[in-house]
């Protein structure tokens, strides 16, 4: 279990590296906007990116 949890971490920190690397001009503007959006608004997108994931963990089972 502990060594598909690293798995998936590995993966996690490769996919959130693409964006700042491919376009580091446009994914700063992306933070920058980010800070201006309420807590409420980025708790729903929290909420529903955890409940898409663990969705789509429970279809691949």
Known sequence: MW???ARALCLLLI???ILPFLY??????????LASVDNRSL???GLVSMLAGAAL???LR
Do not use: K, M, N, Y
């Open 43 to 45: 708790r729903t997108a």
């Open 3 to 5: 060594e598909e949890l």
């Open 57 to 59: 963990l429970t279809l």
């Open 15 to 17: 996919i959130e590296g």
């Open 24 to 33: 580091p001009e446009r994914w700063r503007a992306l933070v920058q906007r």
